[in-house]
């Protein structure tokens, strides 16, 4: 028996936080994001400020636009593609930022170095006013302290059983969350998580300014776990390398219609220039890692506005 | 009762007792439905007349099957005296047959096992589920209507309504006036459980008593119908109910909402001109709303009707018709039906049912519940301060 997932009120930087996974078997089987602060995520709802959406992809039979909501709290990615042509509707519908909802489906996109990035899609969305938006921040809120409160109680009695807290109105569902965060983030500080919940609740009662709209490029989020080692600085013939790959980028980037690289063809143009695929390969991962060049879609390249 | 039952005297039993066994039974029980057909056997192709339905005698209910039973005098209601059934079992509950070694005769009303109200087990509404009998329970009625129906030719009156106890409440039907009002508190004796539209019902037929009570630990019939809305996990968890009360967010639709087509017959709604039963009808245009209301717990499906879906749309289906006609594109109401709904906070009362995909719910009341913001908020931040330390 599987019933429809709820739909998990969470802030934007519960989900920014989230870097765990867990992929169900089977078939038509759900995927769901693990948070730290104790939700197991498949379907969300958000409540924030929609900045206006940008067509993303140049395939124009498989049309993809992408937006971002910002919360006191943080931001995160909203796309919606020909598979939900209501939503992408609404997605496109917004020209200036302004206070909407989302309900969407979590989806965690993992680079090659492992950084995680976490977009959500949307399922149905709506521009509202304030006061609604403030509403579902207020059950936002509620609900986040509540899994808190779980969280602590359950780290504090590591052998409270899902019976006996169930049995005083706690969702089996949100137990069985709750014990799988402190498994995956055994130690996890949630306290600067929980006081940025104050933003929130000034929010709610009005007395916070609505948020600003986001900054308008959208780039990953880097985030490491661990400092990427130091390296020696690169050698004439790298420099020579990367020159090469950023040319080629800027050519196959100038030529396509959404300024995008496609990493496929930008690969096959720096091999025939003589760079072999694997040593391609770690050029751009060199590029990539430094900063210089970023890759927002699956197999979208470009560079970055603000290299490091 | 004899101790030890011999082959020779077979022992008497109320069917509640009846076990599959070799050693022979008696009892007396009513017929409560039966069939007559004639089934064709393997052997030599010869057709024997075969009886068979559900007896009862108050304390449970049995299927029976009657090979070459008597040609008249048998029928719904008549009572019989059973010498040496054979007693199976089929899917974990008794059914007897009664053949040549069998010897069935009619038998009086005063032969049927006289039941003191004590004898049934008192049950809680809530672990009550069909095809319980022989059972009393304590129960408040929160309301009570009368509705005629037509059972063939006949037209009867049928009773329905709510009953409830501190455990929970459960929907009933009356096939005989009890003089049940709104309020009273009863003991119900020798009713009997069925599922009705995917909802358990308790059923109150002749054999059934009701008692009033003086007092009793029950809740009032208001504190039913105003109950608190519970968490939808714990309505996920417990199946619905005849009278739950939830309070969420509308997240989506489900197909088909908006504007629909039903057969005028028998209001199913009509898919391509063609009704499941009915075959190429006009369809009359209705609306509805397949409303996903979730509160982050769990999500619950409300079906709601037109009244209700008119009041939600801030329209009417005379305006959506007019529009359709100007832009003929159903999606597009569809569309909108979503854009006025998506984000409303809703607190639903009616009655649930659970099936592979969920608890859906039939409304009786849809109220908006948008929160006060100013209050909520101060009560977050004394939540959020007193938790600082």
């Given at each position: 028996?599987?019933?429809?997932?709820?739909?998990?009120?969470?802030?934007?930087?519960?989900?920014?936080?989230?870097?765990?996974?867990?992929?169900?078997?089977?078939?038509?089987?759900?995927?769901?994001?693990?948070?730290?602060?104790?939700?197991?995520?498949?379907?969300?709802?958000?409540?924030?400020?929609?900045?206006?959406?940008?067509?993303?992809?140049?395939?124009?039979?498989?049309?993809?636009?992408?937006?971002?909501?910002?919360?006191?709290?943080?931001?995160?990615?909203?796309?919606?593609?020909?598979?939900?042509?209501?939503?992408?509707?609404?997605?496109?519908?917004?020209?200036?930022?302004?206070?909407?909802?989302?309900?969407?489906?979590?989806?965690?996109?993992?680079?090659?170095?492992?950084?995680?990035?976490?977009?959500?899609?949307?399922?149905?969305?709506?521009?509202?006013?304030?006061?609604?938006?403030?509403?579902?921040?207020?059950?936002?809120?509620?609900?986040?302290?509540?899994?808190?409160?779980?969280?602590?109680?359950?780290?504090?009695?590591?052998?409270?059983?899902?019976?006996?807290?169930?049995?005083?109105?706690?969702?089996?569902?949100?137990?069985?969350?709750?014990?799988?965060?402190?498994?995956?983030?055994?130690?996890?500080?949630?306290?600067?998580?929980?006081?940025?919940?104050?933003?929130?609740?000034?929010?709610?009662?009005?007395?916070?300014?609505?948020?600003?709209?986001?900054?308008?490029?959208?780039?990953?989020?880097?985030?490491?776990?661990?400092?990427?080692?130091?390296?020696?600085?690169?050698?004439?013939?790298?420099?020579?390398?990367?020159?090469?790959?950023?040319?080629?980028?800027?050519?196959?980037?100038?030529?396509?219609?959404?300024?995008?690289?496609?990493?496929?063809?930008?690969?096959?143009?720096?091999?025939?220039?003589?760079?072999?695929?694997?040593?391609?390969?770690?050029?751009?991962?060199?590029?990539?890692?430094?900063?210089?060049?970023?890759?927002?879609?699956?197999?979208?390249?470009?560079?970055?506005?603000?290299?490091? | 009762?004899?101790?030890?039952?011999?082959?020779?005297?077979?022992?008497?039993?109320?069917l509640r007792?009846l076990?599959?066994?070799?050693?022979?039974?008696?009892?007396?029980?009513?017929?409560v439905t039966?069939?007559?057909?004639?089934?064709?056997?393997?052997?030599?192709?010869?057709?024997?007349?075969?009886?068979?339905g559900l007896l009862s005698d108050g304390t449970a209910t049995v299927r029976f099957?009657?090979?070459?039973?008597?040609?008249?005098?048998?029928?719904?209601?008549?009572?019989?005296?059973?010498?040496?059934?054979?007693?199976?079992e089929f899917r974990g509950r008794p059914e007897?047959?009664?053949?040549?070694?069998?010897?069935?005769?009619?038998?009086?009303?005063?032969?049927?096992?006289?039941?003191?109200?004590?004898?049934?087990?008192?049950r809680?509404?809530?672990d009550l589920h069909p095809p319980d009998e022989g059972f009393?329970?304590?129960?408040?009625?929160?309301?009570?209507?009368?509705?005629?129906?037509?059972?063939?030719?006949?037209?009867?009156?049928?009773?329905?309504?709510?009953?409830?106890?501190?455990?929970?409440?459960l929907?009933?039907s009356?096939?005989?006036?009890?003089?049940?009002?709104?309020?009273?508190?009863?003991?119900?004796?020798g009713g009997y459980l069925r599922s009705f539209?995917g909802a358990s019902q308790l059923v109150l037929d002749?054999r059934t008593?009701?008692?009033?009570?003086?007092?009793?630990?029950?809740?009032?019939?208001?504190?039913?119908?105003?109950?608190?809305?519970?968490?939808?996990?714990?309505?996920?968890?417990?199946?619905?109910?005849?009278?739950?009360?939830?309070?969420?967010?509308?997240?989506?639709?489900?197909?088909?909402?908006?504007?629909?087509?039903?057969?005028?017959?028998?209001?199913?709604?009509?898919?391509?001109?063609?009704?499941?039963?009915?075959?190429?009808?006009?369809?009359?245009?209705?609306?509805?709303?397949?409303?996903?209301?979730?509160?982050?717990?769990?999500?619950?499906?409300?079906?709601?009707?037109?009244?209700?879906?008119?009041?939600?749309?801030?329209?009417?289906?005379?305006?959506?018709?007019?529009?359709?006609?100007?832009?003929?594109?159903?999606?597009?109401?569809?569309?909108?039906?979503?854009?006025?709904?998506?984000?409303?906070?809703?607190?639903?009362?009616?009655?649930?049912?659970?099936?592979?995909?969920?608890?859906?719910?039939?409304?009786?009341?849809?109220?908006?519940?948008?929160?006060?913001?100013?209050?909520?908020?101060?009560?977050?931040?004394?939540?959020?301060?007193?938790?600082?330390?």
């Open positions: 028996m599987s019933f429809r997932e709820p739909a998990w009120r969470v802030t934007t930087r519960e989900l920014e936080a989230s870097t765990e996974e867990e992929r169900g078997s089977g078939e038509r089987a759900a995927s769901y994001l693990l948070s730290p602060f104790g939700g197991r995520l498949n379907r969300v709802l958000v409540a924030g400020t929609l900045s206006p959406a940008e067509a993303v992809g140049r395939d124009e039979s498989q049309p993809f636009w992408r937006a971002r909501l910002t919360d006191p709290t943080g931001s995160v990615a909203v796309t919606a593609g020909s598979f939900q042509p209501r939503a992408m509707a609404q997605l496109r519908a917004v020209t200036d930022p302004r206070p909407a909802l989302v309900v969407g489906k979590v989806h965690l996109y993992r680079g090659r170095d492992g950084t995680g990035y976490v977009s959500l899609r949307a399922e149905a969305l709506r521009s509202v006013p304030e006061s609604e938006e403030r509403a579902v921040l207020a059950e936002v809120v509620a609900q986040t302290l509540d899994r808190l409160d779980l969280l602590e109680r359950l780290a504090a009695s590591p052998g409270a059983s899902e019976e006996s807290l169930a049995s005083d109105g706690t969702p089996r569902l949100w137990v069985r969350a709750a014990l799988e965060s402190l498994r995956r983030y055994p130690s996890f500080d949630r306290a600067p998580f929980r006081a940025g919940l104050a933003a929130v609740i000034r929010r709610v009662g009005g007395t916070a300014s609505v948020v600003p709209p986001p900054p308008p490029a959208p780039t990953v989020r880097v985030r490491r776990d661990v400092p990427p080692p130091t390296r020696t600085p690169p050698s004439a013939a790298e420099r020579a390398e990367e020159a090469l790959v950023l040319d080629l980028l800027d050519q196959v980037a100038e030529a396509s219609l959404d300024n995008y690289a496609d990493r496929r063809e930008l690969l096959a143009r720096v091999s025939s220039q003589g760079l072999g695929g694997s040593r391609a390969e770690e050029v751009l991962t060199r590029l990539e890692e430094d900063g210089v060049v970023e890759e927002p879609i699956v197999g979208k390249l470009r560079l970055s506005e603000r290299p490091s | 009762m004899p101790a030890t039952p011999t082959p020779a005297a077979p022992r008497e039993v109320r007792d076990r599959p066994s070799d050693a022979p039974v008696e009892f007396v029980a009513r017929i039966c069939q007559r057909r004639e089934v064709t056997r393997k052997s030599d192709g010869s057709r024997r007349p075969l009886l068979s099957s009657w090979w070459d039973p008597p040609r008249e005098g048998v029928e719904r209601g008549t009572v019989i005296r059973a010498v040496a059934p054979e007693v199976g007897v047959t009664f053949t040549w070694r069998s010897r069935v005769g009619p038998a009086s009303e005063a032969e049927l096992p006289h039941l003191d109200p004590a004898e049934f087990p008192r809680s509404l809530r009393r329970v304590e129960v408040r009625v929160v309301r009570v209507a009368e509705r005629a129906v037509s059972v063939g030719e006949e037209r009867r009156v049928v009773f329905e309504g709510l009953l409830a106890d501190r455990s929970g409440a929907s009933f009356a096939w005989s006036d009890f003089r049940l009002r709104a309020g009273d508190a009863v003991e119900v004796t539209r002749e008593t009701v008692r009033r009570l003086e007092q009793a630990d029950l809740p009032e019939a208001g504190e039913v119908l105003d109950a608190p809305p519970r968490s939808m996990a714990r309505v996920e968890d417990e199946g619905g109910g005849a009278s739950v009360s939830v309070e969420g967010r509308v997240v989506g639709l489900l197909p088909p909402s908006g504007l629909v087509y039903r057969c005028p017959q028998c209001r199913r709604s009509v898919q391509a001109g063609v009704c499941r039963v009915h075959g190429a009808v006009t369809g009359e245009a209705d609306l509805r709303a397949r409303i996903v209301l979730d509160d982050g717990t769990g999500a619950v499906t409300i079906n709601a009707g037109r009244a209700d879906t008119e009041t939600l749309w801030g329209t009417t289906l005379e305006a959506v018709r007019a529009r359709l006609r100007e832009q003929p594109d159903p999606s597009v109401l569809e569309s909108e039906l979503l854009e006025a709904l998506l984000g409303r906070r809703l607190r639903v009362r009616g009655t649930g049912s659970k099936d592979d995909f969920g608890v859906t719910i039939t409304p009786e009341q849809i109220d908006s519940a948008e929160l006060d913001l100013e209050s909520t908020a101060e009560q977050l931040s004394a939540r959020f301060g007193s938790a600082r330390r």
